[in-house]
C-alpha cells in the first residue's frame, strides 16, 4: 500500500511541476489555497462528470478536441519558421487533422444512430484523447494502419470529386451574378 501512496505522491508532484507554468493556476491556488494539482484534477473530474452524463457533451468533446490541437498545431508551425528545420510536431498535427476531418465526416452520417449509444460523448472523448496526445500518437497509428492506404487508393477519385465539386461552385456563382 506504500508503494501505491509513494507513485500516487510522484504523480502529483509532477503535476504539480507542470501545472507551475501556468500563472492562473498560481493565482488560483493563492486565492484558495488549495494545491493547484487538485484544483486541476477537480476541474478534469468536473468535465467527465458533464460529459459522462451528457450536458452539453457534445460541445465539450468538439472543444477538446478541436481547441488544444489547433494550439498545438500553431506552436509547431511557429517552432518552425523559427528553425527553419523540420519539427516532426507538424507531421503529427497534420496527421491529427486528417483523422479528426475523418471521423467529423463520418459522425455527420451516423449521428442519427450515435444518439442511441450510451456514453458516446465520453467514448468520443476518450478517443480524441488518444489520438491527440503525443504520448500515444493513436493519430498516426490509425492513418498509418488504415487510413493512409485507403486514401491512396481512391486519390484519383477524391481528387476528381473536389475538382466537380470547384466547378459547380464556380458555375453556381457565375449564374447568381
Given at each position: 500500500?506504500?508503494?501505491?501512496?509513494d507513485?500516487?505522491n510522484?504523480?502529483l508532484?509532477?503535476?504539480?511541476?507542470k501545472?507551475?507554468?501556468?500563472?492562473a493556476?498560481?493565482?488560483l491556488e493563492?486565492?484558495?489555497?488549495v494545491?493547484k494539482?487538485?484544483?486541476s484534477?477537480?476541474?478534469?473530474f468536473?468535465?467527465?462528470?458533464?460529459v459522462i452524463?451528457?450536458?452539453?457533451a457534445?460541445?465539450?468533446?468538439?472543444?477538446?478536441?478541436f481547441l488544444y490541437p489547433a494550439?498545438?498545431?500553431?506552436?509547431a508551425?511557429?517552432s518552425t519558421?523559427?528553425?527553419?528545420t523540420?519539427n516532426p510536431?507538424?507531421?503529427?498535427?497534420?496527421?491529427?487533422?486528417?483523422?479528426y476531418?475523418f471521423?467529423s465526416?463520418i459522425?455527420?452520417?451516423?449521428?442519427f444512430?450515435l444518439y442511441w449509444?450510451?456514453?458516446?460523448?465520453?467514448f468520443?472523448?476518450?478517443f480524441?484523447?488518444w489520438a491527440?496526445l503525443?504520448?500515444t500518437?493513436?493519430?498516426?497509428f490509425l492513418?498509418?494502419s488504415?487510413?493512409k492506404?485507403f486514401l491512396k487508393s481512391?486519390?484519383?477519385?477524391?481528387?476528381?470529386?473536389?475538382?466537380?465539386a470547384?466547378?459547380?461552385v464556380?458555375e453556381?456563382n457565375?449564374?447568381?451574378?
Amino acid at each position: 500500500m506504500d508503494a501505491v501512496i509513494d507513485a500516487v505522491n510522484a504523480q502529483l508532484a509532477q503535476l504539480h511541476s507542470k501545472l507551475d507554468e501556468i500563472p492562473a493556476l498560481q493565482r488560483l491556488e493563492d486565492q484558495t489555497s488549495v494545491p493547484k494539482e487538485y484544483i486541476s484534477i477537480s476541474g478534469a473530474f468536473v468535465v467527465l462528470l458533464i460529459v459522462i452524463f451528457g450536458f452539453s457533451a457534445g460541445t465539450i468533446s468538439s472543444i477538446i478536441g478541436f481547441l488544444y490541437p489547433a494550439i498545438k498545431s500553431l506552436h509547431a508551425i511557429e517552432s518552425t519558421k523559427q528553425s527553419k528545420t523540420n519539427n516532426p510536431d507538424v507531421t503529427q498535427w497534420l496527421i491529427y487533422w486528417v483523422i479528426y476531418s475523418f471521423f467529423s465526416i463520418i459522425e455527420v452520417f451516423v449521428d442519427f444512430l450515435l444518439y442511441w449509444i450510451p456514453y458516446y460523448y465520453a467514448f468520443k472523448l476518450a478517443f480524441l484523447l488518444w489520438a491527440m496526445l503525443p504520448q500515444t500518437r493513436g493519430a498516426k497509428f490509425l492513418y498509418d494502419s488504415f487510413l493512409k492506404d485507403f486514401l491512396k487508393s481512391r486519390e484519383s477519385a477524391i481528387d476528381a470529386a473536389m475538382r466537380d465539386a470547384r466547378n459547380a461552385v464556380s458555375e453556381s456563382n457565375e449564374k447568381d451574378e
